[in-house]
């Protein structure tokens, strides 16, 4: 999968601007402010309908204009296809090769993407829900399965969530309810272990390929229940052992909604005992494993990289950009880059 040709109108800072890029390295070079990470920002929409900062549609509007027109050009094996993502007063149409589509997860097959943006440099110390967030975007991007198994646990917690929340509680009602949420969470359970599994069976080669200290790191999923074959059973004494307190605060306590997963380096978790520049290495291997998973499917992602160059030593980044250089298209957004490599293709936004 590559993205050859891009066309922005009116979005973000972009008035009107065309961008042809290569395979390999593609360099956004440019002043903060000048518009480079709207370009990977548009790219992201066009691999999903959204953005990968989580902006509105309307947000993505330039300031003065009431329409948005991003037009692509991208390249799957020898099939090119053409996708136009149009928003006009806040609504949004997606087109492939002229044709309206029904559902924005049509978009996977024409371009995926794995992103690294600044605001994930806190991923591992941050809020469990990035993380969960994390695991459920990356296999939903590959198994439809996955994704409608998360709606209708999502669906099932609501309803759960509802019952506790009555001055009368349907017993009845709560346990068939509660019934149906614990075979709901097996699915997205075995799969995120499954996923954690592929993962790891890349993290440590792309860990060592960006980073010398020949630290071995390695992702610990931690499920409510573990994920076995008496899950079921398991997880049903888990909720009957937590319903006291999910009485008393009228919520659910436990589930996949409250999994976890963190690094470790030698043993020891990254985002407590690790500095900074650790848990910065240890979420771009992370990211790039998650490429290496997909890759490995005969799919090759585009890897968007925005800001990913301004915390690293001199160091690091030779070893990132050789790394990089082994990938079909890459993005990196940066103010400027130290040296010249013909490999790297750059686009200037200061001329």
Same mark, same amino acid.
């Given at each position: 999968?590559? +993205?050859?040709?891009?066309?922005?109108?009116?979005?973000?800072?972009?008035?009107? *601007?065309?961008?042809?890029? =290569?395979?390999?390295?593609?360099?956004?070079?440019?002043?903060?402010?000048?518009?480079?990470?709207?370009?990977?920002?548009?790219?992201?929409?066009?691999?999903?309908?959204?953005?990968?900062?989580?902006?509105?549609?309307?947000?993505?509007?330039?300031?003065?204009? *009431?329409?948005?027109?991003?037009?692509? /050009?991208?390249?799957?094996?020898? &099939?090119?296809?053409?996708?136009?993502?149009?928003?006009? *007063?806040?609504?949004?149409?997606?087109?492939?090769?002229?044709?309206? +589509?029904?559902?924005?997860? %049509?978009?996977?097959?024409?371009?995926?993407?794995? /992103?690294?943006?600044?605001?994930?440099?806190?991923?591992?110390?941050?809020?469990?829900?990035?993380?969960?967030?994390?695991?459920?975007?990356?296999?939903?991007?590959?198994?439809?399965?996955?994704?409608?198994?998360?709606?209708?646990?999502?669906?099932?917690?609501?309803?759960?969530?509802? &019952?506790?929340?009555?001055? %009368?509680?349907?017993?009845?009602?709560?346990? +068939?309810? /509660?019934?149906?949420?614990?075979?709901?969470?097996?699915? +997205? $359970?075995?799969?995120?272990?499954?996923?954690?599994?592929?993962?790891?069976? $890349? @993290?440590?080669?792309?860990?060592?390929?960006?980073?010398?200290?020949?630290?071995?790191?390695?992702?610990?999923?931690?499920?409510?229940?573990?994920? =076995?074959? #008496?899950?079921?059973?398991?997880?049903?004494?888990?909720?009957?052992?937590? @319903?006291?307190?999910? @009485?008393?605060?009228?919520?659910?306590?436990?589930?996949?909604?409250?999994?976890?997963?963190? !690094?470790?380096?030698?043993?020891?978790?990254?985002?407590?005992?690790?500095?900074?520049?650790?848990?910065? &290495?240890?979420?771009?291997?992370?990211?790039? #494993?998650?490429?290496?998973?997909?890759?490995?499917?005969?799919?090759?992602?585009?890897?968007?990289?925005?800001?990913?160059?301004?915390?690293?030593?001199?160091?690091?980044?030779?070893? @990132?950009?050789?790394?990089?250089?082994? &990938?079909?298209?890459?993005?990196?957004?940066?103010?400027?880059?130290?040296?010249?490599?013909?490999?790297?293709? !750059?686009?200037?936004?200061?001329?």
């Amino acid at each position: 999968m590559l +993205i050859d040709k891009l066309h922005l109108e009116n979005f973000r800072s972009h008035t009107m *601007n065309d961008y042809v890029f =290569s395979s390999g390295i593609n360099a956004i070079i440019g002043p903060n402010g000048s518009g480079k990470t709207s370009i990977v920002e548009a790219i992201s929409l066009i691999a999903s309908g959204h953005s990968f900062k989580g902006a509105e549609d309307k947000e993505l509007v330039r300031r003065g204009a *009431n329409y948005l027109n991003i037009e692509a /050009t991208t390249i799957k094996g020898k &099939i090119a296809t053409k996708v136009k993502i149009n928003v006009v *007063n806040g609504q949004k149409r997606v087109y492939i090769d002229g044709t309206a +589509i029904k559902r924005l997860s %049509e978009l996977i097959e024409v371009l995926n993407v794995v /992103t690294f943006e600044p605001k994930e440099v806190g991923l591992l110390q941050g809020a469990p829900r990035l993380r969960r967030k994390f695991l459920d975007f990356a296999i939903s991007k590959s198994s439809p399965f996955y994704l409608a198994k998360l709606q209708e646990y999502d669906k099932l917690l609501s309803e759960r969530n509802k &019952i506790l929340k009555e001055d %009368e509680i349907d017993e009845t009602h709560l346990n +068939i309810v /509660t019934d149906l949420l614990i075979k709901a969470s097996q699915p +997205i $359970c075995e799969m995120r272990e499954k996923y954690v599994k592929a993962l790891n069976a $890349c @993290l440590g080669k792309v860990y060592s390929r960006i980073d010398s200290s020949k630290k071995n790191p390695k992702i610990v999923y931690e499920p409510f229940v573990k994920v =076995s074959d #008496a899950f079921l059973i398991e997880a049903k004494t888990a909720f009957k052992d937590a @319903l006291t307190n999910d @009485l008393a605060k009228k919520v659910t306590s436990i589930g996949p909604q409250k999994d976890d997963f963190l !690094i470790t380096l030698n043993g020891e978790n990254v985002a407590t005992y690790g500095s900074q520049g650790e848990n910065r &290495i240890a979420i771009i291997a992370l990211k790039l #494993a998650s490429h290496q998973v997909v890759t490995s499917r005969e799919e090759k992602p585009v890897v968007i990289l925005d800001d990913v160059l301004s915390e690293l030593d001199d160091v690091h980044k030779d070893k @990132l950009l050789t790394y990089l250089k082994t &990938i079909d298209q890459v993005f990196i957004t940066a103010t400027h880059l130290k040296k010249k490599d013909d490999a790297v293709h !750059i686009i200037d936004l200061t001329k």
